[in-house]
């Protein structure tokens, strides 16, 4: 198992008061994406398992296009990786954005 770590610096904060939210299920080809409320609104960190060693660069891209492009401040992000394509996790990640934001069931 890889393990992954990225603090980044986050110019938009998450909108919303959910304190957490999760997304996806770890499966063949899938991940299961959870995010928690408890960092400053301008940081953002992702921690990352993954059976797919490698691949850091790939995650390192996929995670600070998200957190240039959607609201991740304040948000503490871990993601358990069942082998996913950066499209899929580029998904998950907006999906759990979107929920934690209350813009989703």
């Given at each position: 198992?890889?393990?992954?770590?990225?603090?980044?610096?986050?110019?938009?904060?998450?909108?919303?008061?959910?304190?957490?939210?999760?997304?996806?299920?770890?499966?063949?080809?899938?991940?299961?994406?959870?995010?928690?409320?408890?960092?400053?609104?301008?940081?953002?960190?992702?921690?990352?398992?993954?059976?797919?060693?490698?691949?850091?660069?790939?995650?390192a891209?996929?995670?600070?296009?998200?957190?240039?492009?959607?609201?991740?401040?304040?948000?503490?992000?871990?993601?358990?990786?069942?082998?996913?394509r950066?499209?899929?996790?580029?998904l998950?990640?907006?999906?759990?954005?979107?929920?934690?934001?209350?813009?989703?069931p």
């Open positions: 198992m890889e393990r992954l770590s990225y603090t980044l610096d986050a110019p938009i904060p998450a909108g919303g008061t959910k304190p957490r939210a999760i997304v996806g299920v770890v499966a063949s080809g899938n991940l299961e994406v959870l995010l928690e409320r408890v960092l400053a609104p301008d940081r953002c960190t992702v921690e990352i398992a993954t059976a797919a060693h490698g691949f850091g660069e790939v995650w891209a996929v995670v600070a296009d998200f957190v240039a492009r959607r609201g991740a401040g304040g948000l503490r992000i871990a993601i358990n990786d069942g082998g996913a950066p499209d899929t996790v580029a998950r990640l907006a999906q759990g954005a979107r929920l934690i934001a209350g813009d989703a």
